[in-house]
């Protein structure tokens, strides 16, 4: 008998692609638009207007301060320049890692409080009014050779230090409210929490200890010439 092949199947023509109604385009398209700004997100643009708030304060209070204020920031600032122009690389590095390092712990210690927020965005707002001083002052004496002289001994390691003093008081603002929740709700809040809380203020302290290097840097290069023009 001989063999019988598969009668071979004719070829399906390919479907017309279905047309979309504009009930499923309207969800497409609503599906593919952006979400709106995570929370710590928003949270982190807040923190950062609020610092550079404190540092234009800082700047503008400046010229409101009287004869016998300014005389003595003088002498505190000349006396200031002197000793970081004579002083070792790591001695300057030490003292801007310590006030930095207590900033930060600070802000670490308001997240453990249910009502440490307010205290949070103090610290955060002491920094910028501080830098903002020291900016301030060095333009009021030394015209633009002081923002120069401001821009590149200050402000790198200032941004840098204060960057690092943002992200820790955004995420004690996030403890602090986790713990009025939990309080107010009478809950127990999980160990991984604080255990997460710790490792990000670790890292930042390695951000601090990054400005302070770089503090350093800036003092050996720009603190004798700032020292010369004042």
């Known amino acids: ?3 019988m092949e598969p009668l071979s199947q004719p070829a399906r023509e390919p479907e017309a692609p279905k047309e979309i109604t504009q009930e499923e385009a309207r969800q497409l398209l609503h599906r593919a638009r952006p979400g709106p700004p995570r929370r710590s997100s928003v949270l982190t643009t807040v923190l950062a207007a609020l610092f550079l708030a404190g540092v234009a304060y800082g700047a503008a209070l400046v010229r409101y301060l009287d004869a016998d204020t300014v005389a003595a920031m003088d002498s505190i600032t000349r006396g200031f320049l002197l000793g ?3 002083e070792g690389f790591w001695g300057i590095c030490l003292r801007a890692l310590g006030s930095g390092a207590v900033l ?6 308001c997240g453990f409080s249910a009502v440490g927020q307010p205290f949070a965005v103090f610290f955060l707002l002491f920094r910028g009014v501080g830098l903002g001083i020291s900016m301030g002052y060095f333009y009021s004496q030394m015209g633009g050779r002081g923002i ?5 001994m200050l402000l790198p390691s200032g941004a840098l230090a204060g960057y690092a003093l943002l992200l820790a008081c955004r995420e004690a ?7 009025f929740r939990a309080m107010t709700a009478g809950t127990v809040m999980s160990v991984r929490t604080f255990r997460v809380y710790g490792v990000k203020f670790l890292i930042l302290l390695g951000m601090e200890l990054g400005a302070a290097l770089l503090d350093g840097v800036c003092a050996k ?10």
């Open 104 to 109: 930060l712990a600070g802000v670490f210690l």
């Open 173 to 179: 603002l996030k403890l602090s409210g986790l713990f």
């Open 221 to 230: 290069v720009f603190a004798p010439l700032a020292a010369q023009v004042s």
């Open 1 to 3: 008998m001989e063999r």
């Open 84 to 86: 970081r122009a004579g």
């Open 148 to 152: 120069l002289l401001a821009m590149g």
